[in-house]
């Protein structure tokens, strides 16, 4: 009996280890939901890049998987989405003068 609960336990904290690290270490503020492109002068006429920067927490084998969502106007209807660390907008993929909003998600594979 005394081995079972040995073992459960082990596995129990295992499992909790394993949660943890599964959640990437984000640098600074730029995987936040964040509102660009609010003036004139910039929006729509040169091209933005934005960028998410997060670091793995397995020291092994990072794994790190990007996505993001791009709300055109903010008006809550997704207009473009995407798997990349980084994205540089213009006018070919939907910028335009306005309020636009980027929801970005970071998974840890390990």
Known sequence: MKQLIIFLITIWSLSINAQ???????????????????DS??????????????KSRSKNLPLLVYTYKIDWDSDGVIDLTGSKQSITLDSSNGLKLGKHKIIWEVKDFQ
């Open 20 to 38: 943890t690290d599964s959640i990437p270490l984000i640098s600074d503020k730029t995987c936040e939901a964040e509102i660009f492109c609010t």
């Open 41 to 54: 002068v910039n929006c729509g006429v040169l091209p933005i890049k934005l960028t998410c920067d997060a």
